[in-house]
Nanobody, 124 residues
Framework: QVQLVESGGGSVQAGGSLRLSCTASGYTSSRDCMGWFRQSPGKEREGVAH????????YYSASVKGRFTISQDNAKNTMYLNMNSLKPEDTAMYYC?????????????????WGQGTQVTVSS
């Protein structure tokens, strides 16, 4: 049984930093994409960062590029999202996802496994 558990969310002032973690059990990600998504009330879910199969390239949405960094530690079965220069518009529930496949338009799609989410709140 695949389980993804996020942690590290919280409240921070604008300009601050947070690091989210996603620990996977029952799953090995080397052949699939893993990624981070976010969703705030009234908005569609947004894929903000993806890491490609075999620990390769990364892909970021325009809204976070240059501020967020996705990485993974295969030995710990954990994926991270380092978030710097946070803005109030980054406020959302953040979800990690696994089992995605490469998308022809960049990033990854078709994720089959999702965590329960961790809340990030950025105040101005």
């Amino acid at each position: 049984q695949v389980q993804l558990v996020e942690s590290g969310g919280g409240s921070v002032q604008a300009g601050g930093s947070l690091r989210l973690s996603c620990t996977a059990s029952g799953y090995t990600s080397s052949r699939d994409c893993m990624g981070w998504f976010r969703q705030s009330p009234g908005k569609e879910r947004e894929g903000v960062a993806h890491i490609y199969p075999y620990g390769g390239a990364t892909y970021y949405s325009a809204s976070v590029k240059g501020r967020f960094t996705i990485s993974q530690d295969n030995a710990k079965n954990t994926m991270y999202l380092n978030m710097n220069s946070l803005k109030p518009e980054d406020t959302a529930m953040y979800y990690c996802a696994a089992g995605g496949r490469l998308s022809g338009s960049g990033g990854c799609t078709g994720y089959g496994y999702w965590g329960q989410g961790t809340q990030v709140t950025v105040s101005s």
